[in-house]
């Protein structure tokens, strides 16, 4: 883990990002547009705080994980919460503390935010990623729905 470096994403990150990214949606068995990774990338790339963040992890220079999380509005606290949209491991990352490192990132940059709550969802077959999240947060008894 020595070498493990996690950074905000920069222009020049943009190849391994869609590379990491794709495989991302590849997992959840999804695709989008290049005009959606044109946009995604570049509102993660904007200094905005109402806007999306990413983070990339790299070991001896590769990247081999991302994050992407937001900060926004509640109506039950006053502060921004943050919500953490996507977390990938590539493959042969997983297992070495890749994940733990990127979200506690996601967590650090929360705290600097002023933010009190950090969430995310994972589908409920997700195991690998399920044992991490047991161990960094605490599951709730939330059901997610979505427009038909």
């Known amino acids: ?35 959606v990774y044109d946009t995604t990338f570049a509102r993660l790339l904007r200094a905005d ?11 001896g220079g590769r990247a081999i994980g991302l ?19 996507d977390l990938y491991c590539a493959p042969e990352a997983r297992g070495t503390g890749v994940g733990r490192a990127l979200i506690e990132a996601v967590y650090s940059e929360a705290d600097k935010a002023g933010a009190p709550a950090v969430y995310w969802l994972t589908q409920s077959f997700n195991d690998t990623a399920r044992r991490l999240y047991d161990r960094v947060g605490t599951l709730t008894p939330f059901i997610k729905y979505a427009r038909r």
Request: hydrophobic share 40%; aromatic share 16%.
């Open 67 to 85: 994050t992407h999380y937001l900060f926004h509005r509640h109506a039950w606290k006053i502060e921004n919460v943050c919500y953490l949209q």
């Open 1 to 35: 883990m020595n070498d493990l470096t996690i950074h905000p994403l920069t222009p020049d990150d943009r190849q391994d990002w869609a590379r990491l990214w794709a495989a991302y949606l590849d997992y959840y068995e999804t695709a989008v547009s290049p005009e």
């Open 49 to 59: 705080a109402q806007e999306f963040n990413g983070l990339i992890a790299r070991r």
